[in-house]
Nanobody
């Protein structure tokens, strides 16, 4: 099991940038796929981005493609989500998630694929 703690959320104006971090504990993070999800008030949780265990494969929701970048540093047990050109629609609680696997499944966009979740960090984008 991996314990995850997100940080880096906050209030930013539209067009601005934020970098979210996900600190992982446990020796299995380097062999885990990682994803970022978000949930806005009154809406269902949605997939944002995913990265395989090595960082060699990344996937994005269409709504963030070209604006967000997911990355990881296995030596530091850290995951990141760089968010640029933020829009008010990006306002949500952002969660990182992980699952121990080196065989990346095509269901990476589903929350049920992941076994471990952080507590979330609030991102608010003002107009």
């Amino acid at each position: 099991q991996v314990q995850l703690v997100e940080s880096g959320g906050g209030l930013v104006q539209a067009g601005g940038s934020l970098r979210l971090s996900c600190a992982a504990s446990g020796r299995t993070f380097s062999s885990s796929a990682m994803g970022w999800f978000r949930q806005a008030p009154g809406k269902e949780r949605e997939f944002v981005a995913a990265i395989n265990w090595s960082g060699g494969s990344t996937y994005y929701a269409d709504s963030v493609k070209g604006r967000f970048t997911i990355s990881r540093d296995n030596a530091k047990n850290m995951g990141y989500l760089q968010m640029n050109s933020l829009k008010t629609d990006d306002t949500a609680v952002y969660y990182c998630a992980a699952v121990k696997t080196v065989a990346f499944s095509h269901t990476y966009y589903s929350g049920s694929y992941y076994s471990d979740w952080g507590q979330g960090t609030q991102v608010t984008v003002s107009s």
